[in-house]
């Protein structure tokens, strides 16, 4: 069996944007990628919150200093210690001074005013929640018949051994949070209860 096929790849790293304007120079964004993405960002500026500080550090006639933190990791490591640092440093949606927006918009609801949340949880809960949401598409995309909710579950491996009928309960959530983004449309005329994707 060839090394690679046991090995997960270690080619993943953790990288930190920092605005060098500011003393200390601290992050604006942490990312996770391969090659050269942690470059890209410059390279080609976007219209989101990041983008918008690197153009302002760029029109101040600095330098965004791009700084690897961890190399050498696998994908699974890369995405834990990319969640963990989101978490500490905190998004500016959650009144830290992160420019990732992993936090939906719109979409947080008021909890309990007994109920403690420890900072960091949304943001590994909503990290998670767009894996979970690419994967799902990424599955509607590979099946043209559409796929079912019991589909999702099972092939994800989403399905609760928790007591009730509600077994495929967090597919269904996830199903029903893509057809609000638009990426996901239930098709009847495929089958009772089929999905498929909207995007290319």
């Not at 890369?78 to 500490?88: C, D, H, N, T, V």
């Not at 936090?103 to 005013?113: D, E």
């Not at 909710?149 to 609760?160: C, I, V």
């Amino acid at each position: 069996m060839e090394l690679e096929k046991i090995m997960p790849s270690r080619s993943y790293y953790v990288y930190a944007l920092k605005d060098p304007r500011k003393n200390p120079v601290l992050p604006f964004y942490i990312g996770k990628g391969t090659g050269t993405r942690a470059w890209d960002h410059t390279a080609s500026v976007d219209e989101t919150a990041k983008g918008r500080r690197i153009a302002e550090i760029v029109a101040s006639k600095h330098e965004v200093v791009t700084t690897i933190l961890a190399d050498e990791l696998t994908e699974v490591q890369a995405l834990k210690l990319e969640s963990e640092l989101i978490s500490s440093f905190g998004t500016e949606q959650t009144g830290g001074f992160l420019t990732n927006t992993v936090i939906p918009s719109g979409k947080t609801k008021a909890t309990r005013s007994d109920m403690k949340v420890p900072s960091g949880v949304r943001e590994k809960a909503s990290i998670g929640l767009t894996l979970l949401k690419d994967a799902v598409v990424e599955l509607a995309k590979a099946n043209p018949k559409g796929i079912t909710n019991a589909d999702t579950a099972k092939a994800l491996g989403l399905q609760s051994s928790y007591g009730g009928g509600a077994k495929d309960y967090l597919s269904y959530s996830i199903l029903g949070l893509l057809m609000d983004d638009g990426k996901i449309l239930r098709d009847e005329e495929l089958g009772r209860g089929r999905h498929v994707s909207l995007t290319k």
